[in-house]
């Protein structure tokens, strides 16, 4: 009777120990590897775009008093988004705030015009949000 044999020789499946001999032997280039795949990760993290949204909640105080009757969130919310969208507002805020600059400033209102969004909640109450490049920016275009 032979003794028992630790290697791989296609009599049977491979032991642990060998493995783990093989694996040991061939570390510093798993390390690289890793290496390489751990920093590719955080640099294309650090590449692409990451959204910051910045949203407001605006309150229409219904206890004030009306002249036209009835108060009707929609029709002020019809409103409050001409003002918000209109052209010569956002053009002072793309000047104001230098976004996009690679495009022409018709271009550059309409980017901006997309990442601004309003909707008309229950209860008198708007939202306003804006999508920007930084925190700073999403913040200070919403409030502009």
Known sequence: MSAPHSGWAGSGPPTLTY?????????????????????????????????????????FDQSLPRDMGAFDPQQAGGRIKEMLYGTERVRNVVTKFDLFPEYSTPRAIEEVKKRLEFDVQPGGTYQVSYIGFSPQQAQGVLRE
């Not at 093989?22 to 590897?33: D, K, N, S, T």
């Open 19 to 59: 493995l783990g001999r093989r694996a040991l032997r061939f570390w510093r280039g798993a390390a690289v590897i890793f290496v390489v795949v751990v920093a590719g990760g955080v640099a294309f993290a650090r590449v692409t775009w990451q959204p910051y949204r910045s949203e407001a909640v605006l309150m």
